[in-house]
């Protein structure tokens, strides 16, 4: 419990002293949801949510930009960074076992998530009138399953990655067109066509569209959207578990 403690405590504060991590997952999505708050002047047609205030609608949206960015830029770029400089090599060479090494860097990373979160929660209940209506428990709930999904697929991103350079090439690559598509900003009723059912399937687009459904208080939930992000979890799992490479 030592070592995993020493290990999670360690990532956390490497994360906080990390400018890129700082900016995306923290400084970011906060500045984000301020904007959307108060520049846009009145509710966006075509999301179905009548009643919401902007802030309410585009927290659930600035959650998901927490869990996005942490995940997707933290995860591969370290494993990947560790692995060209041995420090996995190292670390695996230690008393320490493979399962706490595991743990101590989810932890850390789940730690770096909640403080983005719990600060877009206090912007957002202090300042911009934020209600939300639903249970908080189910709230809660679908933030902690986005968080699996993600930093698993982050870490499946670090896992096919041979270089902290590719790494970053596949990182945007996959996260520039989620972020257009998964209906942070604009409903995906306004894509064409054939480009809809992709989106739905991204599974960014099932975490901001469950939160929002908790946000809105809606008497039913599409539980499919769980389907979604569970499918894209053991997917990335798999690959995790089969490609991952210590050196």
Partial sequence: MRG??????????????????????LAFPA?????????????????????????SLFLPS???LVIACASF??????LTTYRETAVLRRLRATPVKIPTLVTGFSLSQFAFVWVGILILMALGLL???????????????????????????GAAIGSISPSVRAA????????????????????????????????LALPLTALTTLLRD?????????????????????????????LFRWE
């Fill in 31 to 55: 500045l984000w949801l301020v904007l959307m708050s108060v520049v846009i002047p009145g509710p966006i047609p075509g999301f179905g949510y009548e009643g919401l205030n902007q802030a």
């Fill in 168 to 199: 970053n090439i596949i990182i945007w690559v996959i996260f520039l067109p989620m972020l257009m598509l998964s209906e942070l900003f604009l409903p995906i009723s306004v894509l064409p066509d054939w480009l809809q059912p992709i989106a």
């Fill in 214 to 242: 908790i946000v809105y208080g809606a008497n039913v939930i599409n539980l499919w959207r769980l389907g979604v992000l569970a499918a894209w979890t053991i997917l990335a799992l798999i690959v995790t578990i089969f």
């Fill in 62 to 64: 600035g959650i998901s």
């Fill in 4 to 25: 995993l403690s020493q290990l999670a405590f360690t990532e956390f504060k490497l994360n906080l002293r990390d400018p890129l991590m700082v900016f995306w997952s």
């Fill in 127 to 153: 300042f911009l009138a934020v209600e939300v209506l639903g249970s908080w428990v189910a709230f809660a709930g679908t933030i902690l399953l986005g968080m699996i999904t993600f930093l698993a697929l």
């Fill in 73 to 78: 830029i933290g995860v591969p770029l370290t």
